[in-house]
């Protein structure tokens, strides 16, 4: 089985790296399964104290695989394995939302769609100023639900519809200005941005830290079991539309898509 992402530990920090650059770290069902496993192996290492969710390439994460998801379309039980393609990027996110120690995601380049999730299910998000993100999933006639209760969770409601409604770019500076990332820096000094807040983290102890981490979730205004469950069959729903497939089957062939006038 390929290494879609690689996973190591040293001095109590864990690193967790997307190696998929030659397909933009695009997300498939077997990656999600590898991330979360990532996860959940390093934080079953006593030594660990916070992890760091790298990617390869130029590009942080493109989303999802659409040929993958394109495959599902042509299968005789698409409806089964869209809802599973759900459940499985949920899960995931849940898992690097919940785990006990601090995590930080290292923006070194674009972030898109299912990627998106991932950065906000981390404490932390780092990026150079040649990153942006955009979730652009209206475009391909779906939608971006799952990833929907985590970005409610990072910024305000108006700047929450401005990203997943319009479907625009937002540049790293502009997202640092509202508040959906920590710092922003040039590429050339990410690495030492990372280190100095590795660095500020490793001052407090493990227990305080989880212990804060757990306050911080058991005090979110919104169930995030609950809001889960509903997006998966959100998104999952919105995967079985007619506009779904037209808006997979354009990006495929690289046109402008037909939208279904009643829809």
Sequence with gaps: METFVKTSIQDGIGQVVLNRPEKRNALTREMIRQLQAGFESLSQNESLRLIVLRAEGSVFCAGMDLGEMQDRASAKDGQAEWHK???????????????????????????????????????????????????????????????????????????????????????????????????????????????????????GSRSALAITKSHLQNGLPFNLEQQLVQSIQVSASARETQDAREGLAAFIEKRLPTWNPGS
């Design 85 to 203: 393609d759900s459940e499985v990027y949920a899960a995931c996110l849940k898992t690097i939302f919940e785990i006990e120690v601090p995590t930080i995601a290292v923006m070194q380049g674009p972030t898109l769609a299912g990627g998106v999730g991932m950065v906000l299910a981390c404490d932390f998000i780092l990026a150079s100023t040649e990153s942006f993100f955009m979730l652009p999933e209206p475009a391909r006639g779906i939608t971006a639900a799952i990833v929907t209760p985590f970005l409610n969770f990072r910024v305000a409601p108006g700047v929450a519809n401005h990203l997943l409604l319009s479907g625009e770019r937002m540049n790293a500076t502009r997202a640092f200005d509202v508040g959906l990332v920590y710092d922003v820096v040039d590429p050339g000094d990410l690495n030492a941005r990372t280190d100095k807040l590795i660095n500020a983290i490793l001052t």
